[in-house]
């Protein structure tokens, strides 16, 4: 009588080898529940209000100069104080003037998906999916709100005509590789973005 023997790939299934590899590409990402999708949303709510109340209270204070210091200095450290407990919540950028708001892949594809619905003449609106974190242990929600140009911020964000010289300047010494340039009002500028660890799936 001929005993089969087993295949590797048998073999390596049922010593556990391959198992975990398997599920890891082929699982399904939970739903997340309501309670986490209102603390992004939460998140989104408050940071965008915040950093951009900052921002035209020094335009209006200090004019443009004052502006870009104040975004030098201190946006990064309001930023963080809304990221807590799981939640991290930033500013990404289209093109960046801070490389500490340069996307991820996941921040790019949505920043691609809101630019060619802005393209196509339609409005672009908040997105939310679930992705594997960074290290694939675990699943986290992602929120991105897209960011619109408002028109006083061409001040420091427009064309190189009509950024005053002296915050032209300032952002130079402060930003030399700076991208941030050459927006128009409307044009998307870049995004809220928002990641809540999910709890792990039993």
């Known amino acids: ?39 992004a949303q939460a998140a989104a709510d408050s940071l965008g209000p915040d950093l951009m109340g900052m921002l035209l209270r020094e ?28 939640l991290v919540v930033r500013r990404v950028g289209t093109r960046v003037r801070n490389p500490a708001n340069a996307p991820d892949a996941v921040e790019r594809r949505l920043l691609a998906h809101f630019q060619a619905e802005q393209d196509a003449g339609r409005p672009m609106q908040q997105v939310t999916e679930v992705t594997r974190t960074t290290d694939g242990a675990g699943w986290e929600l992602r929120l991105m709100r ?34 941030a340039v050459g927006y128009a009002a409307g044009d998307l500028r870049g995004a809220v973005s928002v990641r809540v660890t999910m709890p792990a799936v039993r």
Not at 63 to 72: D, L, T
Not at 148 to 161: A, I, N, Q
């Open 146 to 179: 897209p960011v619109v140009l408002l028109d006083r911020c061409t001040t420091c964000h427009g064309s190189v005509d009509q950024i005053p010289p002296a915050a032209r300047a300032l952002i130079t010494a402060r930003y030399p590789e700076d991208q």
């Open 1 to 39: 009588m001929r005993v089969r023997r087993p295949s590797v790939i048998a073999l390596l299934l049922a010593s556990g080898v391959l198992t975990g590899a398997a599920c890891a590409r082929t699982a399904v990402p939970p739903v997340a529940d309501a309670g986490t999708i209102a603390r």
């Open 59 to 86: 335009l209006e204070r200090g004019g443009p100069e004052s502006a870009v210091a104040v975004c030098a200095d201190s946006a990064q450290a309001r930023t963080a104080r809304h990221s807590h407990d799981g």
